[in-house]
């Protein structure tokens, strides 16, 4: 076609190729590619999350382990230990028989009394009006039966008066009597030898006597004050039912509270109580404690260890110590095992060795696990199992 063609040019500018949306469209499998590789990522820490939980240690050398705890005469041991707490066999809340203000008190917690000995004297000005009136009573009555037996003897009187007289007569003897035991009963005494353990009562308070406090339900309120005989105490414990076959009534143990934990006391298995808790799986046993002094109060946490053999005085008064086996050590150290079930190597100071175990004076602390078999083999950081 000329340059002088007078016909139009066609427009060739919409069959030009479009480059810029191809150019977007093949940045859209980008955003693809990075979700797959963020979910292979999450993919290979959950497998080794997996393996590190689940069959990493499932793979780990089981070893034997012993749980170390300070004891002492490792020649005899104790069989089982069991918790509880101190109580006194013998105790007693005393209570008046009778109602009454209290004037008087003649003891604080913590005394010592005696049998016997007046620990509170309630008001008796009441009972002493009593008192009067039924002796003016008596003395009538007394006079009256004379009058009687008199005319009796002479044959004036019938014998239905002369009974009746002497009815009355022994009535009257009845009630000064019982008034007077009742002002007997406003001195409160010690039943028995003992300790003051609480004061529930002051003086110029109104107290209600043991038979109202049974009826109204206030027997606790009426109690001027308890006292427990220190001399028998002993620690009454829950020993798992599936342990008790190794206990029998006399078997020696040994007593230890947490007010003082490097102090021991003697003791013997006195009771086993013949039922069992089904909730619990358990029996309560009653430790008497056969020495005891003025440490030892009631309630105190207390723990008993049963033994095969007592110990002596000697023994009583030898430190808790660490002991581990012998075959525990390798080139003076020990196989830890932490808290993630890792082998941490410690160097330890030994003492003595006594039956074929060792003394660890320093490196070890109670109630670290230490591998007691073959620990040479174990190389420190290394994953290990053992039974609980």
């Known amino acids: 076609m000329s340059a002088t063609d007078p016909r139009p040019r066609p427009d060739l500018s919409a069959l030009r190729i479009q480059r810029e949306p191809e ?8 955003g693809r590619i990075v979700g797959w590789i963020v979910f292979l990522i999450a993919l290979i820490a959950a497998g080794v999350a997996i393996y590190n939980r689940w069959i990493l240690p499932s793979r780990a050398p089981m070893v034997e382990t012993l749980l170390v705890k300070p004891t002492i005469n490792i020649s005899n041991p104790a069989l089982l230990t069991a918790t509880g707490y101190l109580v006194a066999d013998r105790q007693s809340k005393i ?17 010592k009394v005696k049998k016997g000995e007046v620990l509170a004297v309630l008001e008796s000005t ?9 002796n003016a009573s008596l003395s009538q009555a007394e006079r009256e039966y004379n009058r009687q037996a008199a005319l009796w003897k002479q044959g004036v009187t019938s014998r239905a ?3 009746s007289a002497d009815a009355q007569l022994k009535a009257a003897r009845a009630r000064v009597d019982q008034i007077r035991i009742n002002m007997n009963d406003m001195v409160v005494r010690a039943p028995f030898d003992g300790t003051i353990a609480t004061k529930n009562t002051e003086v110029g308070e109104v107290i209600s006597s043991v038979t109202l406090g ?3 339900g206030t027997l606790p309120a009426g109690a001027i004050c308890t006292i427990v005989d220190l001399n028998t105490l002993e620690v009454v414990a829950d020993v798992n039912e599936g342990s008790i076959g190794q206990l029998r009534e006399g078997q020696p143990a040994e007593v230890t509270v947490d007010a003082f934990p490097n102090r021991k006391w003697r003791g013997v298995l006195r009771q086993i109580i013949p039922t069992a808790d089904r909730a619990k799986a358990i029996v309560q046993v ?3 404690i056969v020495n005891p002094d003025a440490r030892l109060l009631p309630e105190m946490s207390a723990t008993a260890s049963f033994l095969q053999a007592p110990r002596s005085e000697s023994e009583l008064r030898e430190p808790p110590r660490i002991w581990i086996p012998a075959g525990a050590l390798a080139d003076g150290r020990v196989a830890v095992v932490d808290a993630d079930k890792r082998v941490r190597w410690h160097r ?10 060792v003394e660890i004076k320093d490196g070890v602390r109670e109630g670290e696990r230490v591998v007691t078999e073959n620990p040479e083999r174990l190389q420190d950081g290394e994953l290990v199992r053992y039974g609980e």
Request: net charge positive; hydrophobic share 40%.
């Open 23 to 30: 150019r977007e469209q093949r940045a859209l499998p980008i």
């Open 348 to 357: 330890v100071i030994t003492g003595i060795v006594r039956e074929g175990r």
């Open 161 to 163: 008066l002369l009974d």
């Open 214 to 216: 049974q009826v109204s």
């Open 286 to 288: 009653k430790v008497q």
């Open 126 to 134: 009441t009972m002493q009006a009593q008192l009067d009136e039924a």
């Open 95 to 111: 209570t008046p028989k009778i109602s009454g203000k209290v004037v008087k008190l003649n003891f604080d917690v913590g005394d």
